[in-house]
């Protein structure tokens, strides 16, 4: 599996918002730490696991918190943003709020 660069791993957020109809975060330092985190687990694990979430071990076990997650629809509905706050509804970003701390859905479904 080729390793991503971070570049590569921002197009892939950027179109993962674009057609999902999320905004990405517009705190510019911490979507890149996140998309760090998501360039390590691609190139450590060859799929892009949550940055926020550890490895259950494989991917089969992994498949839902693989981004964007199982529950980030659900959530960025209800809550405004994902568990990580990679991904905004546009409501919620316009309002220009703070995402806040959620439940991890991994734990609560
Ligand atoms: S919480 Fe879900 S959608 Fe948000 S960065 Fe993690 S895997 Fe992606």
Request: charged share 25%; hydrophobic share 30%.
């Amino acid at each position: 599996m080729p390793e991503k660069s971070l570049e590569q791993v921002r197009t892939f957020a950027s179109m993962v918002s674009a057609k999902q109809g999320w905004a990405l975060n517009t705190d510019e330092d911490f979507v890149t730490s996140l998309l760090e985190g998501l360039m390590v687990n691609w190139n450590r694990y060859g799929y892009f696991l949550c940055p926020c979430r550890d490895s259950e071990g494989s991917r089969e076990l992994d498949a839902k918190t693989i981004c964007p997650c199982a529950w980030s629809r659900a959530d960025i509905e209800g809550h405004g943003h994902c568990y990580c706050a990679l991904y905004l509804s546009h409501s919620f970003a316009e309002n220009g709020r703070e995402p806040g701390s959620i439940p991890d859905g991994r734990y609560s479904t």
